[in-house]
């Protein structure tokens, strides 16, 4: 069962990355567009260009959201009222003025405290590379995972193990450790290859976050 899902945006003069997002997406229950105010009339324009992809592709009505961008704190408050009493967002920031990227991606972060975050950074370009992050796992690694699952992280390292040389390295049963395990999986900071466990890159900066 899919999960329905907001997703948000920041918005130049191009929309070009939320529509390609949007046509690739699923359970799509909303749509939020996030820019700067004054907004000029390029950046209506593109944000016209994503409402009538939406309506192509009947997809829900997009809602256009100003933020003053001399106003952090006063920017992040409007978006967290936006994104509350969602339980999944997707998010891609690749468009529009820093300080709005930079107040957007705080909001998001801040509601990881009660929702699934996905973030993507794309490029204007379609070929453009793009990064993708699970920004629970930023949260958990600011706010702590728990020294028992960075225990599993840390024996992990980038050589792996399976459940069963887990469960006897930490004197944990196997179920315990298959249960820390997959939330350690969801977060992002391990993956499973061919029934071995391995610390992720992000598994390695929650260690180097909780030894400074």
Known sequence: MCTVSLFVFTLGFHGGHAVRRLARAR??????????????????????????????ASLPVPQLLEVPVDDGGAAVLSILERLRNWHSIVADIGGGLRAVVVSTL????????????ELHVSGEREDAAELRVQLNAVYNILTGIGQEKL??????????LDIGELSKALGKS???????????????????????????????????????
Not at 106 to 117: E, F, G, P, R, T
């Open 27 to 56: 359970e799509v229950g909303g749509v939020l567009v996030v820019t700067g105010k004054p907004v000029p009339r390029a950046v209506v324009n593109a944000f016209q260009e994503i409402a009538a992809f939406c309506d192509k």
């Open 151 to 160: 225990r599993i992280v840390e024996l992990l390292g980038l050589e792996g």
């Open 106 to 117: 705080i909001a998001l972060l801040m509601a990881c405290k009660w929702a699934q975050v």
């Open 174 to 212: 196997e179920r315990t450790v298959r249960v820390y395990a997959g939330e350690l999986k969801r977060l992002g900071l391990v993956s499973e290859d061919k029934g071995k466990l391995f610390a992720t890159s992000w598994g390695r900066v929650a260690l180097s976050y909780q030894k400074a």
